[in-house]
């Protein structure tokens, strides 16, 4: 494909994917995140998602990111500074556990209006922008690997290809936006994740952690209802 027709394909819209795409998608991302040896390797993807947030709310609230880690155990830290408090510190506290499905609420919006080849260079664009603040060898392995797979699909890729693995990433965000908040309170009953990001929120404005908690899985189950329904929308 040459420049012009890239362009075309991305702005352009693709055609409505069959009912048994969208279902099979949705199936195949749930199975991504119960079993919990799949999910210990496919939540790389959310740690992805849920860093990339932090860091990119760091930037529009005008704090400095210093960078970001991803590790091998699925955790991630964002680095940042700034005023340690006030609403830019807290906007990006908060970014991390919402960004996964927020980010696959606009995915979803995307594709209900049949912008499958726009998601898909999207997504390599802000791969792109992570990459350059990635600080260690394993995240950059993930964040490469990641946006590789991403542009070969899109460039080799025929449109029921594209369309099969835009519908099985935004399931799989929207899916996966669920599990860590739930895995969060888990560990918090335990005595664990004392500096968790509800915790840290907590201390920044006095509201209980729990609450924090109560508000990021609100919101996963907000984006997984609204997005949901406009994938199944979307079919032929």
Known sequence: ??????WQRAVGTQPDPP????LGTAAVALAAILPHPVWRLSRNVVTIAHEGGHGLTALLTGRRLSGIRLHSDTSGLTVSSGKPHGLGMVLTAAAGYTAPPLLGLGGAALLSAHRVTALLWISIVLLAGLLVMIRNAFGLLSVVVTGAVFFLVSWYGG??????????????LLLAGVRPVVELQHKRRRGGARDSDADQ???LTGISAVL???LFLVIALACLLAGGNWLLGSVS
């Not at 494909?1 to 890239?6: F, P, S």
């Not at 009912?19 to 969208?22: A, C, K, Q, S």
């Open 212 to 214: 924090w908690v109560t």
């Open 19 to 22: 009912r048994w795409l969208v």
């Open 201 to 203: 929120l907590a201390r």
């Open 159 to 172: 449109d029921q290809l594209h369309a099969a693995f835009a519908y099985l990433g935004i399931w799989f």
């Open 1 to 6: 494909m040459d420049v012009t027709e890239v």
